[in-house]
């Protein structure tokens, strides 16, 4: 996978938004509801088809004052893939 050219975005059937209840942000979507942590919710907030994943790694690891996020990102937005959260 070549991280460089890659704008990850939700997929257009999923939703994400804060669920006070939850207490939580969560990924809606017709069949139901995904509660994320706050880790796959930072991430996928980034993800909006505008920005690089390179782009989205610096970001985060700026904002949390972090080094050496990517793999770990790779890996979620891989896996966000396989259940067609990301497109």
């Known amino acids: 996978m070549d991280t460089i050219v890659e704008h990850p975005r939700l997929a257009r059937l999923f939703r994400l938004q804060w ?5 939580a942000y969560v990924l809606l979507y017709p069949e139901g ?3 994320l942590n706050r880790s796959a ?3 996928l907030k980034r993800c ?3 920005r ?5 790694v ?14 770990d990102v790779d890996a979620f937005i891989a896996d966000a893939r396989r259940h067609g959260w990301v497109v």
Do not use: C, N, R, Y
């Not at 669920?19 to 207490?23: G, H, N, R, S």
């Open 48 to 50: 909006d088809g505008s």
């Open 58 to 71: 610096a970001q985060l690891e700026s904002a949390f004052g972090a080094t050496g996020l990517a793999s």
């Open 19 to 23: 669920e006070p209840v939850q207490d």
């Open 52 to 56: 690089p994943l390179v782009e989205i």
């Open 41 to 43: 919710a930072e991430i």
């Open 33 to 35: 509801m995904v509660k």
